[in-house]
């Protein structure tokens, strides 16, 4: 009785082998077709197949209108829609995170994100990443309410200038050509964001804000504020993004897709739709 019982459990034992091994082929043939299918897809792209996952941008979500918290609480802006496009091509899903700007070298360093994608300034930051292709222009400037008596940089001594802390606007007057300037401010204070830099400047807390060209004009546009800029810019400087040092390879990814975008006249879409005209560097 019990060598019959086990003569029958031998035999369920090596049908359920033989099944197992059915299935195991089955789904190794699987993963293989999907494999030739993910490569034929991959090369109908001029860029380089992209491995599948995520594609997560460090953001200032108060920084309109590169990257910012829309009225629906969407995250929208110019780089935002320049990343999302960027992670389609590559085969990614882009995530927005918003990050407090002076932690973003934290971030990327603790591989919480991927890329810094916001009006994010090469000059002066050369070493410090692994930098994309510079993809626009822009300058430093200062703002000032409408009816200031200051017109020029030099009208700014003894007055309260605010910048937003570790931006390139506070780095540009850090710099041997604007120290004598900076010196003449009856004081330099920082902020955290433009909203509040904007808002402290509204209300008259303090003189003049140092900051972006691109986003004081944007600010100013939209927002309601009667506020202008000075004629004079105290920096130039080139946008880039910026990626952990080293981190080549989806820096040149990024490239790739960005040079599509330029030559299929993505880019120029984009830049219209923010700024009314194309604003963009990358070469056609």
């Known amino acids: 009785m019990k060598k019959t019982l086990s003569l029958g459990l031998a035999v369920l034992m090596a049908a359920s082998l033989i099944g197992c091994g059915n299935t195991a082929a089955k789904t190794s043939t699987e993963t293989a077709s999907t494999a030739a299918a993910s490569t ?68 990327l360093d603790a591989g919480t994100i991927d890329c810094i994608w916001n009006g994010f300034t ?9 930098w994309s292709d510079a993809y626009m222009d822009n300058s430093q400037v200062f703002v000032v309410r ?18 937003q802390a570790d931006s390139s606007a506070e780095a540009a007057l850090k710099e041997d050509a604007n120290k004598d300037l900076a010196a003449s401010f009856g004081t330099l204070q920082t902020t955290p964001d433009y909203n509040t830099a904007m808002m402290d400047l509204d209300m008259g807390s303090v003189d003049a804000i140092a900051m972006d060209s ?21 920096a130039s400087e080139q946008y880039g993004i910026g990626f952990k040092k080293g981190n080549t390879e989806l820096c040149d990814q ?8 330029a030559a299929d006249g993505t880019l120029e879409e984009i830049s219209n739709k923010w700024f009314g005209r194309d604003v963009t560097t990358i070469s056609k």
């Open 40 to 107: 034929e897809t991959g090369a109908a792209t001029t860029a380089a197949p992209a491995e599948s996952g995520t594609f997560t941008v460090g953001f200032d979500q108060d920084f309109p209108p590169m990257g910012f918290k829309g009225d629906n609480g969407e995250f929208t802006g110019f780089d935002l829609e320049l990343a999302a496009e960027a992670a389609k091509r590559m085969g990614k899903e882009v995530v927005f995170q918003p990050i407090a700007w002076d932690s973003k070298d934290a971030e």
């Open 146 to 163: 409408s009816d200031s008596d200051i017109q020029t940089a030099a009208d700014l001594a003894g007055k309260v200038v605010e910048v």
């Open 122 to 130: 090469i000059s002066g930051r050369e070493d410090d990443y692994t």
């Open 254 to 261: 990024v490239n790739a897709v960005m040079k599509e975008m």
């Open 214 to 234: 691109t986003v004081a004009e944007y600010k100013i546009t939209s927002g309601g504020m009667d506020l202008r800029v000075l004629d004079e810019a105290f």
